[in-house]
């Protein structure tokens, strides 16, 4: 395949890694071929700075056509009038909506990223932590967003960006409670789902369009598609020749604006070439159908953990992941992190609410099922996989045993193939 033997074995490695283990990352799952195929084409020589029809380059006849498909689908698959569709990822996505709405010093309003949020929405060292006033909400002593003491924060602060959406949450989020909040301070209301927008297309998580004023989604996770973003809208752009004004009507030429000349210069059209594939895949009526198991799969194997004895942040899920509390199985979540990839079942160490643990070595691990449910498993694979997920932390410092365990799993693993 490669010339370049030294990168053909790394790419080589790294696939049989995959294929021989249980990809749990929540934020992580396995594209199809035809994704993996627009992604490795000549679109990536081509340089398109620019609009479809507004372009700083010559030449941009074609990349405009594949540029136009990915916001048409985009637009049709979220319910919205605009879609932008060049963010190269999720981070530069949300630093284009803040760079749209807020002056730097503005207040801002985030999930702690301690307690389920992304760095992006506030952390202190991230920019938006940096450049903005941000003021961080968390979570009830259970793990639940507690709406009321995020409206008091909210009275408290008077954020102009309140940013709602999560990396580490199991359970929904009430888009209307949020819009209430904003709407009582007279913030703008932006809503990440990068993590569940693969649920709000199946419909097991309700969707923040109509409702906030804006949404980022990153395109790698649930929604199976390249790393890339979007950045969702109702309205229409003006003429981009003209500096808007901050308003709601605004916000997809605020957003265009932001995105570039902004933040950005050439977008990567390979990658939007791919996400228009994947949006493509995302309207068949087949991805309803994977959301709707990678929602199920969840949730058996949140109850068959339970059942062994794991304390789930939250008691349990309502969508694609869950964050474990290992505080009673006496190992950190860096420990839990190491044993069970030793096991072949790759998952990442986490935050718990309030947890006594400092973050480079925390209480908890974040596992989900959108990898595991591409590779075609459903409740009785996740049973079986509570089984492992116990074994391995049962028998943490027992190298040779989890050697065994990462064995009985590749064999597993062949009846369950990459897509292809
Ligand atoms: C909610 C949320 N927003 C933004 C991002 C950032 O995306 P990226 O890693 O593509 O920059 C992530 C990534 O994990 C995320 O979970």
């Not at 020589?45 to 029809?53: A, L, M, Q, V």
């Not at 960006?161 to 819009?179: C, E, H, N, Q, V």
Request: aromatic share 6%.
């Amino acid at each position: 395949m490669f010339k370049d033997k030294e990168i053909e074995k790394l790419i080589k490695a790294e696939q049989k890694r995959q294929a021989d283990g249980l990809e749990m990352i929540p934020s992580e799952n396995h594209t199809s071929e035809q994704v993996l195929a627009a992604m490795g084409t000549r679109l990536s020589d081509k340089y398109s700075e620019g609009y479809p029809g507004m372009r700083y380059y010559g030449g941009c006849e074609v990349v405009d056509k594949v540029e136009n498909l990915a916001r048409d689908r985009a637009k049709e698959l979220f319910g919205v009038t605009h879609a932008n569709v060049q963010p190269h990822s999720g981070s530069p996505a949300n630093q284009a909506i803040y760079y749209a709405l807020v002056d730097p010093g503005d207040t801002v309003m985030g999930m702690s990223l301690y307690f389920g949020g992304h760095m992006t929405h506030g952390l202190k060292v991230n920019f938006s932590g940096t450049y903005y006033n941000s003021v961080q909400y968390t979570t009830d002593k259970e793990g639940f967003m507690d709406y009321e003491a995020i409206y008091e924060l909210a009275q408290e602060h008077k954020p102009k960006l309140i940013m709602s959406g999560t990396t580490a949450y199991p359970r929904i989020i009430d888009w209307k409670k949020m819009r209430e909040i904003a709407d009582s301070v007279g913030a703008f209301l932006a809503a990440d789902i990068s993590h569940i927008s693969g649920l709000v297309v199946s419909g097991d998580h309700p969707s923040p369009a109509g409702i906030v004023d804006v949404i980022m989604t990153t395109t790698h996770k649930t929604l199976r598609g390249p790393r890339g973003a979007m950045i969702l809208a109702n309205g229409n752009p003006s003429n981009p020749l003209k500096k808007p004004e901050r308003t709601v009507e605004n916000i997809p030429s605020l957003i265009d604006r932001a995105v570039i000349p902004g933040l950005q210069g050439g977008p990567h059209n390979h990658q939007t070439a791919a996400i228009a594939v994947a949006l493509g895949e995302a309207l068949t009526p087949d991805f309803k159908k994977y959301g709707n198991q990678v929602a199920k799969n969840a949730k058996v194997l949140s109850e068959e953990l339970t059942k062994l004895g794991f304390n789930l942040v939250t008691g349990g899920t309502d969508n694609h992941l869950m964050v474990v509390d290992l505080n009673n199985k006496n190992i950190s979540g860096k420990e839990g992190e190491r044993a069970l990839g030793l096991a072949g079942i790759t998952v990442n160490k986490n935050t718990i609410p309030f947890d006594p643990r400092s973050p480079f070595d925390p209480s908890g691990i974040r596992l989900g099922t959108p990898a595991l449910t591409t590779r075609g498993m459903k409740q009785k694979e996740m049973k079986q996989v509570a089984q492992w997920i116990n074994m391995a932390v049962e028998n943490n410092k027992d190298e040779k045993k989890l050697a065994q365990l990462h064995a009985e799993i590749t064999a597993f693993t062949k009846d369950f193939p990459l897509p292809s």
